[in-house]
């Protein structure tokens, strides 16, 4: 470990640090520990806070995206008194002054969801901020814009947001791109492969494109009886589905036995800021069908590690889905990049991207 030292800002779910951004949080502050002194400064809300957040978004501050919590959460921050510290924020802090060592790492900016929302509305429309207005969003932006006037700069977990916030919304601080690791432990297992099981994981199924792969999949079903698909996640058919197998909530033991068990990866999301269960079905060897969007594009290979869908048509998706499952290039091609995969999508390189851009001068 070095002698740099590094606050580490974030606000938990009720104090539970592993279960904090799917993970993201947690494993991104030990890959750090192992970099330098890292002191870990939870602004989040305790319980009783968290009921009043509640209460208060109903309420008070109703339609408000900052709510109770970003209030609360601020001005923890302000008590800490960090302005000539090195700080990572992992939360959307409001910092109204010149914080010359402090950085954010987001996998999203406000721009991009307005830019989304306003060229994309259907897509958006089954986003997870579907509920915010035009006015809630345009005041969010504004702060958060205003935020990044005054730190250093960003850490992005995805390249496309890197290449939107320097090209098109051309934000005044500076932004690296410092990417994203697995959350899961890698272990394989010896199992056969039968080239006929489609894998789908996704607790928000509607916003993952999942009515979509059960539509194609129907459709593959006709030209491959034998095609089989399981689906991990919150959402299970009120009618048996013919090779459909509704697992539900899964732990990560589990998805990991599914990575082993089956053939190709298929999560055709509509609105994906990063994705890292692309990142971690690429490592366990299966071939992935993706969308043309957000960063899916960086992470699969249209025509040699996967398909990118490019538009909402279940016959293209059931065709792609035939196509990986009988072409024995593409598993070929992914087996052939493990190195690749391994050596770029993890924690460790995350870290090693944003202790070296911090130690800069």
């Not at 958060?144 to 947001?161: A, P």
Request: glycine share 6%; charged share 25%.
């Amino acid at each position: 470990m070095s002698g740099f030292e590094i606050n580490y800002l974030t606000s938990y779910e009720k104090g539970n640090q592993q279960a904090n951004w799917s993970g993201t949080t947690y494993a991104l502050l030990q890959a750090l520990k192992r970099k330098a002194k890292v002191t870990n400064l939870d602004v989040g809300l305790n319980h009783i806070e968290w009921v009043a957040d509640r209460v208060a978004s109903k309420t008070i501050y109703r339609g408000d995206y900052r709510g109770l919590r970003g209030r609360i959460e601020d001005k923890k921050c302000k008590r800490l008194r960090i302005q000539d510290c090195n700080n990572l924020y992992l939360y959307g802090p409001d910092i109204k002054k010149k914080e010359k060592n402090s950085w954010v790492y987001i996998d999203l900016s406000v721009g991009s969801l307005i830019h989304f929302k306003e060229n994309y509305p259907k897509e958006f429309s089954v986003s997870t901020f579907e509920w915010m207005d035009e006015k809630c969003l345009l005041e969010w932006n504004k702060r958060q814009l205003e935020t990044f006037s005054n730190i250093r700069g960003i850490f992005t977990m995805s390249q496309w947001l890197h290449d939107y916030l320097v090209n098109v919304e051309k934000v005044p601080c500076e932004v690296v791109y410092a990417g994203a690791g697995s959350n899961c432990k890698f272990q394989l297992e010896k199992v056969e492969k039968t080239h006929t099981k489609l894998l789908f994981v996704g607790k928000d199924f509607e916003r993952k494109g999942g009515f979509l792969v059960l539509e194609a999949f129907s459709i593959l079903k006709k030209k491959m009886p034998e095609a089989q698909l399981y689906v991990l996640g919150g959402y299970e058919s009120k009618e048996p589905i013919e090779g459909v197998h509704f697992v539900g909530m899964a732990d990560r033991d589990t998805v990991i036995h599914y990575y082993n068990m089956c053939d190709v990866f298929c999560l055709p999301s509509f609105f994906e800021a990063y994705g890292i269960v692309f990142v971690e079905a690429l490592l366990y060897g299966l071939p992935v069908i993706a969308r043309n969007a957000f960063e899916m594009p960086y992470l699969v290979e249209d025509g040699k590690t996967g398909r990118l869908l490019q538009k909402n048509d279940p016959n293209e998706l059931a065709g792609y889905m035939y196509e990986l499952l009988t072409e024995e290039s593409y598993q070929q091609n992914v087996k052939d990049n493990f190195e690749f995969y391994k050596k770029n999508y993890t924690w460790e390189i995350v870290a090693d991207r944003i202790v070296e851009a911090m130690k800069e001068e």
